[in-house]
């Protein structure tokens, strides 16, 4: 028997590890790599995070690991370094932090890597071929050709997008002219354990763009420049992190470029993070673009599972040079990393806001930039309140682009007070005839609405009866293409009732969504092509870039759509932006409402005019003179974020403070309460204010009941200490049989 002891991460809500024995007959071990392991009476896959000499458990308790499932480490340091740092300030458990980093596939025990076959050709082949075989079948011919020209052979994914070439294979297979052999496993650039920095090989050769196929990039302004200056003079390597404040069109994406193209040249690897897939498909393509043929992975939600273990292997054996993605691709394999990019920074949907381990991908992008040792850059037209207040404690090196590239200029922005104009359908006289003059004018018209569906209420004319969903305190929004009404929130879905279950009257509709104000301007506005873009119109890329194509080919002239349209895009002949309702986060209760209503202000504003015509920009609301709308004109988003932080910082709210909400949901809605009384009870004496439970604003919500406890401190080294005492006995209450309950570390919303 051995004296190594390997300490395990398992998928299980278990806040632990577990030992095992290496049999003596298999290799060595190493940190990340994957085993098969006794649990109970299963077989479970799990990561060895550690190598020890010492057990809690007597050796003779300790069973045996099953089988080693690679032979090299799926984890290299640095990555399990990141994972073990995110479980710590989580406060989650390892196995399950893992778990959510990797492809699910992978959790199953899927090959780290994938079998590569290769087709060549052989001698006979090649007397075939120069003696013009075979003369009929001018396919196969092809194929022969194609891989003449290839002496080390062509790999069936370099086929893969040939039509019917398998076919063609077999027949040449069967007369001895093609040979099909598997590949060598690649040199595999993460075996090293010494670390982040070691051991890949490929690194130190560095990747030219090949110019032949490469776009002509743009001669940086002198913003640009200036930016790109102040980054390289402090180095290509180091931890720095840098806010890239830039207008909407300064031409943040072109620094991002530039400075990737100065990591790729050095041998090291690119990881950008984009919010969400509804921004992808352009900046995807932008970089494709810029670096034809250095291989590039795209990591989204979108992906099915066996495109992202596809994505993910590509990235962990090193071939992937730029690494493009989402939210969880911050926890990408990638060997030499050397830049990471955080593009929207301010943006809700790098933070996981559902399940059990709910992190925020910038900041871990952060953590991950000072633990490798490397520059980090977020961008953002409207930097996060967070972000800003990091450059106002040195924390993070201010960049600026004040000006728009390309000579664009700022757009004008307009207030439309809708109790003095004649409303219809939601559209005010001023909106609808500015409208029309764009229009006239050949430019293009954004409408923003943040609701989707036909209407949010379906009511009686007589009772006063209104739709409810029968699982959320809500109600339920009206669909009128489909005929149905459906809940948001937990995704119940009806038939439209013609008249009222309660009376037997007429029902109306009350209010306005997209496809309300899709049909009214198509009224109005007839023979103009409209396209709607939201989350019921686009839930798949493909869908995505139909939109936006109908959009850039000229054929749609306005576009009407929710957040989705403010992401991102870059539509040069829109010359007007309509925002129809602004008023919806004006008295919210959420401490951060203000901020999100200004960012979209600002990045919808931002979709006009960036071309060569100025453009407008109106926001219809009945509150004209609220102070953030006020400021939002005049002072523009700086005047708006400073105010705000000065708000935040009297009433000591983040970033003035640390937050985290232990949330919980049950059957009833005092089990959810009554659980988290019992927890505050339970709360260890510490230098932190408990503020609940409280019920959420909307507390029911698919069937069960959602209420949280909030925890704050200034300090957030004691908001850790406490939270390292108090989690593992909040787990021990025996009220926690009767809720579904996580902790939000950072929380982004408060309900
Ligand atoms: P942002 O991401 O900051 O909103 P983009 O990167 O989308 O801005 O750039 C806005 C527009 O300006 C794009 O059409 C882009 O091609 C163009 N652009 C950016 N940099 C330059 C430059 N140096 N010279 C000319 N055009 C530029
Ligand atoms: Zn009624
Ligand atoms: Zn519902």
């Not at 003779?60 to 990141?82: E, F, H, M, R, V």
């Not at 492809?103 to 052989?122: D, H, I, N, S, Y």
């Not at 292997?313 to 926890?331: E, M, P």
């Not at 787990?731 to 009767?738: F, G, I, M, S």
Request: charged letters at 25%.
């Amino acid at each position: 028997m051995t004296d190594e002891i390997l300490r395990v991460a398992l998928d299980t809500p278990l806040r632990r590890t577990f030992d095992y024995l290496r049999d003596e007959n298999s290799p060595a071990a190493v940190a990340g790599q994957r085993v098969r392991v006794p649990f109970g009476r299963r077989e479970k896959i799990g990561f060895i995070v550690s190598i020890e000499t010492h057990s809690e458990l007597e050796k003779s308790k300790l069973k045996q690991i099953s089988s080693y499932i690679d032979d090299q480490p799926t984890l290299d340091a640095s990555l399990l370094c990141l994972l073990r740092w995110a479980a710590d300030y989580y406060h989650h458990p390892l196995g399950e932090v893992i778990a959510t980093a990797l492809p699910k596939l992978l959790r199953e025990g899927a090959a780290l890597q994938e079998r590569q076959f290769v087709w060549t050709l052989t001698p006979a082949g090649r007397t075939a071929l120069d003696a013009g075989e075979p003369k009929r079948a001018r396919q196969q011919r092809a194929l022969l050709e194609r891989l003449a020209a290839h002496e080390a052979g062509v790999s069936e994914s370099e086929l893969a997008d040939w039509p019917r070439w398998r076919e063609h294979a077999r027949s040449l297979r069967e007369r001895d002219w093609v040979l099909r052999q598997e590949r060598e496993a690649r040199n595999h650039p993460q075996a090293s354990m010494t670390g982040p920095s070691c051991g890949d090989p490929q690194g130190s050769r560095g990747d030219e763009p090949s110019a032949a196929n490469r776009a002509p990039p743009p001669a940086p302004t002198p913003d640009q420049q200036a930016a790109l200056d102040t980054v390289i003079a402090s180095g290509d390597t180091g931890y720095r992190a840098w806010l890239l404040q830039g207008i909407t069109g300064s031409g943040k994406t072109e620094v991002y470029l530039r400075l990737t193209e100065r990591q790729l040249q050095a041998g090291r690897r690119v990881l950008i993070l984009v919010p969400e897939i509804g921004l992808t498909p352009q900046l995807v393509g932008r970089f494709a673009k810029r670096f034809a043929g250095i291989p590039l992975a795209v990591l989204h939600s979108g992906l099915t599972d066996t495109q992202r273990l596809e994505a993910w292997r590509r990235t962990h054996d090193g071939s992937a040079r730029l690494v493009l993605g989402t939210r969880s691709a911050v926890f990408a394999p990638i060997p030499d990393l050397g830049l990471i990019v955080v593009d929207e920074e301010h943006d809700a949907s790098f933070k996981q806001q559902e399940g059990g381990f709910r992190y925020s991908a910038r900041d871990l992008a952060l953590v991950r930039a000072q633990q490798l040792d490397i520059p980090i850059v977020l961008g953002s037209a409207t930097p996060s309140l967070e972000s800003l207040h990091n450059v106002t404690l040195g924390r993070y090196q201010p960049l600026s682009l004040p000006r728009r590239a390309a000579n664009a200029q700022p757009p004008t922005l307009r207030l439309i007070d809708l109790r003095a104009e004649h409303v219809h359908a939601g559209l005010s006289t001023t909106a609808a005839t500015t409208i029309e003059k764009h229009l006239v004018d050949q430019g293009q018209v954004l409408v923003y609405i943040n609701r989707r569906g036909y209407a949010p209420t379906l009511a009686c004319t007589a009772c006063g009866w209104v739709a409810p969903c029968l699982s959320c305190d809500a109600r339920l929004t009206v669909y009128r293409q489909a005929s149905r009404l459906r809940c948001h929130h937990c995704g119940a879905d009806r038939e439209l009732p013609r008249q009222c279950p309660q009376c037997g009257y007429a029902v109306k509709t009350v209010g306005q969504g997209t496809e309300r104000i899709e049909e009214s301007l198509a009224e109005t506005f007839v023979g103009v092509g409209i396209a709607r873009l939201d989350r019921d119109v686009v839930r798949r890329q493909d869908e995505l870039e139909a939109v936006v194509s109908r959009i850039t080919s000229g054929e749609a002239r306005i576009l009407v759509g929710t957040q989705m349209i403010a992401k991102g895009h870059d539509f040069p002949d829109v010359t007007l932006v309509v925002v129809l309702n602004a008023d919806q986060g004006l008295f919210s209760t959420d401490f951060r409402a203000a901020e999100r209503l200004a960012q979209t202000i600002v990045q919808v504003a931002g979709r006009a005019g960036r071309g060569d015509r100025r453009g407008e920009v109106l926001i219809q609301t009945e509150y004209p003179d609220h102070p953030l709308l006020r400021g939002l004109l005049e002072g523009g988003y700086e005047a708006f974020a400073s105010a705000a932080l000065a708000e935040r910082e009297s009433a000591a709210w983040p970033p003035f403070a640390r937050l985290a909400a232990l949330r919980a949901s049950a059957l009833q809605a005092d089990w959810a309460t009554d659980f988290l009384a019992a927890a505050r009870r339970a709360a260890p004496k510490a230098n932190v204010r408990l503020l609940g439970p409280a019920p959420a604003a909307m507390a029911k919500r698919a069937g069960r009941f959602h209420a949280q406890l909030l925890v704050e401190s200034a300090d957030r080294a004691a908001l850790h200490r406490f939270l390292d005492r108090w989690v593992p006995a909040v787990e021990a209450l025996p009220e926690v049989r009767r809720v579904r309950w996580a902790l939000d570390v950072d929380p982004l919303e408060l309900f």
